[in-house]
């Protein structure tokens, strides 16, 4: 599996900004997927998931702000991310799970999209 994350920028606080995530091969749609985001001098933390039932769990810390979708049609996974904060500041990525169930742990998710920078200003 491939994956190509996008749709990062720069942000006021307060504002939205909404990722994409393309995945390859025609299993991709029934692939749990993840995000996750690491913060400069940070451990990289999980974000949100989702699966083929489209299914979905999150972070305390984004719960509410932020919701996880999926197109399958588009072998798409997007992260519409609103109501910023600085402390979202982080590079994003996308991951897929090496299982069927919504899993949070790093360990769990075998393939890795490169990253795209969200920077929030104050």
């Known amino acids: 599996v491939q994956l190509q994350a996008s749709g990062g920028g720069l942000v006021q606080a307060g504002g939205s900004l909404r990722l994409s995530c393309v995945g390859s091969?025609?299993?991709?749609?029934?692939?749990?997927v993840g995000w996750f985001r690491q913060a400069e001098e940070k451990e990289r933390e999980f974000i949100a998931t989702?699966?083929?039932?489209?299914?979905?769990e999150y972070a305390d810390s984004v719960e509410g702000r932020f919701t996880i979708f999926r197109e399958n049609a588009k072998n798409t996974v997007y992260l519409q991310m609103n109501t910023l904060k600085p402390e979202d500041t982080a590079v994003y990525y996308c991951?897929?799970?090496?299982?069927?169930?919504?899993?949070?742990?790093?360990?769990?998710?075998?393939?890795w999209g490169q990253g795209t920078q969200v920077t929030v200003s104050s």
């Open positions: 991951a897929v799970s090496k299982y069927v169930s919504l899993v949070r742990a790093q360990s769990d998710y075998g393939w």
């Open positions: 091969g025609r299993s991709f749609g029934r692939r749990v």
């Open positions: 989702i699966g083929y039932t489209k299914l979905t």
